[in-house]
C-alpha cells in the first residue's frame, strides 16, 4: 500500500458495539469510509475544501463480519475510490 492511491485502515467496534444479528455493522462502514479521508487531504495551498463520501455505487456482502478487520481503499479516478473490508485473516 503505497500511502498516495492506497490506504488501510483498522476496524474495530468498541466493546459496547454489538453486532446484534446484523451482517455489516453501520459502525463499521462509517470506518471504512473515514479511511478514504486519508487519502484526499491533500488540499491546494489557500483553499478549503471538505470531502464527504455520500454514494455508494455498488455493495456486495460476502459473508458476516466479525466485529474485527480492515479496510482496505484504493483511488480509481477523480473522486471514486474502491473499498475493501476484510477479516483480521484478510478474507474479503
Request: net charge negative.
Amino acid at each position: 500500500i503505497d500511502g498516495r492511491d492506497e490506504a488501510r485502515g483498522r476496524l474495530e467496534l468498541s466493546a459496547g458495539q454489538l453486532l446484534g444479528g446484523l451482517r455489516f455493522h453501520p459502525g463499521l462502514m462509517d470506518g471504512a469510509f473515514q479511511v478514504i479521508c486519508g487519502l484526499v487531504t491533500e488540499t491546494p495551498v489557500g483553499e478549503e475544501t471538505q470531502f464527504l463520501p455520500f454514494a455508494l455505487e455498488q455493495f456486495e456482502l460476502r459473508h458476516p463480519l466479525p466485529a474485527a478487520g480492515f479496510a482496505v481503499v484504493k483511488r480509481l479516478a477523480g473522486a471514486r475510490f474502491r473499498v475493501v473490508v476484510c477479516d483480521e485473516a484478510g478474507r474479503v
